[in-house]
């Protein structure tokens, strides 16, 4: 069974900087792609950045590009996201996801999902 972990949510004043980890276990972790989506209360699942089974190939929501990066540690089974310059509407649930491909990364037809951790932008 593939389980994924969140970690590192909190609250962030806007205009700050949050580091999420996601530790995969269960599986063959440099076979997964792996994304980053986000929910807001009301609001649909968003996509946020995915990171291909190499590394070498990163997309990112229009709404996050040159604020956040996705980088991934294959030794650990971990992938980051880094959030800069955070807004409040990058208030949300961040959810970690696994592909078994490197197809259409941007959609949420990914194979395994976490419970996902909270973020909260706000002064």
């Known amino acids: 069974q593939v389980l994924l972990v969140e970690s590192g949510g909190g609250l962030v004043q806007p205009g700050g900087s949050l580091t999420v980890s996601c530790v995969v276990s269960g599986g063959i972790f440099s076979n997964y792609a792996m994304g980053w989506f986000r929910q807001a209360p009301g609001k649909e699942r968003e996509f946020v950045v995915a990171?291909?089974?190499?590394?070498?190939?990163?997309y990112y929501g229009d709404s996050v590009k040159g604020r956040f990066t996705i980088s991934r540690d294959n030794a650990k089974t971990t992938v980051y996201l880094q959030m800069n310059s955070l807004r409040p509407e990058d208030t949300g649930v961040y959810y970690c996801?696994?592909?078994?491909?490197?197809?259409?990364?941007?959609?949420?037809?990914?194979?395994?999902w976490g419970q996902g951790t909270q973020v909260t932008v706000s002064s």
């Open positions: 996801a696994a592909k078994n491909n490197d197809y259409r990364l941007r959609n949420d037809y990914y194979d395994y």
């Open positions: 990171i291909s089974r190499s590394g070498i190939t990163k």
